[in-house]
T-cell receptor, first 114, second 115 residues
Framework: GENVEQHPSTLSVQEGDSAVIKCTYS??????FPWYKQELGKRPQLIID?????GEKKDQRIAVTLNKTAKHFSLHITETQPEDSAVYFC?????????????FGAGTQVVVTP | EPEVTQTPSHQVTQMGQEVILRCVPI?????FYWYRQILGQKVEFLVS????????KSEIFDDQFSVERPDGSNFTLKIRSTKLEDSAMYFC?????????????FGQGTRLTVV
């Protein structure tokens, strides 16, 4: 069935360094790829998303790249800060006709050390 | 900023009992969803709902589960005859239109513990 793989499961970075999280997906019909940040005990919050008609999108220190041929997409966080520490989830829409079904990755625990 | 709100934040129930989890989606949103996250596992899609009917559902969403929009603001998930393995965090989400054109916003979750 459809699957989204996310790596790494944990990522420890020094403040100021960059963090990269990678995801692969299996459904060639997927066309929407959001990233969510979840702090402990809080709701998943959308931080950035990309749709299949673009290859890269940037919002301040956060960027997402998409390679549809290879079926992978990545989250890049530059100049990391302690408040970036959280669990990050990638997701992919499932099915060409899907209006709301997201398949999530397993999550990456990011720890930014001062 | 408008938010999806869920009640209760934590629900403890005995095995075999029925529970209703409640959600108030963002007011101008038309699509509603339920997801769940078993501790230490992925967030899993359960069901999507539009125009007062189920749009899609996963294999998890069997006859034990049902959803309803009882009035103009609430969206509920009912779990009948709860089992231990139903223990999870249940997230409600909503979007203005389908995900082809907009994003989904999540509630803070209801932690369901079945004992």
């Amino acid at each position: 069935g459809e699957n989204v793989e996310q790596h790494p499961s944990t990522l420890s970075v020094q403040e100021g360094d960059s963090a990269v999280i990678k995801c692969t997906y299996s459904d060639s019909a997927s066309n929407y790829f959001p990233w969510y940040k979840q702090e402990l005990g809080k709701r998943p919050q959308l931080i950035i998303d990309i749709r299949s008609n673009v290859g890269e999108k940037k919002d301040q220190r956060i960027a997402v790249t998409l390679n549809k041929t290879a079926k992978h997409f990545s989250l890049h966080i530059t100049e990391t800060q302690p408040e970036d520490s959280a669990v990050y989830f990638c997701a992919a829409s499932i099915g060409a006709d899907s209006w709301g079904k997201l398949q999530f990755g397993a999550g990456t625990q990011v720890v930014v050390t001062p | 900023e408008p938010e999806v709100t869920q009640t209760p934040s934590h629900q403890v129930t005995q095995m075999g009992q029925e529970v209703i989890l409640r959600c108030v989606p963002i007011s101008n949103h038309l699509y509603f969803y339920w997801y769940r996250q078993i501790l230490g596992q992925k967030v899993e899609f359960l069901v999507s709902f539009y125009n007062n009917e189920i749009s899609e559902k996963s294999e998890i969403f069997d006859d034990q589960f049902s959803v309803e929009r009882p009035d103009g603001s609430n969206f509920t998930l009912k779990i009948r005859s709860t089992k231990l393995e139903d223990s999870a965090m249940y997230f409600c989400a909503s979007s203005e239109v389908g995900l082809r054109n907009t994003e989904a916003f999540f509630g803070q979750g209801t932690r369901l513990t079945v004992v």
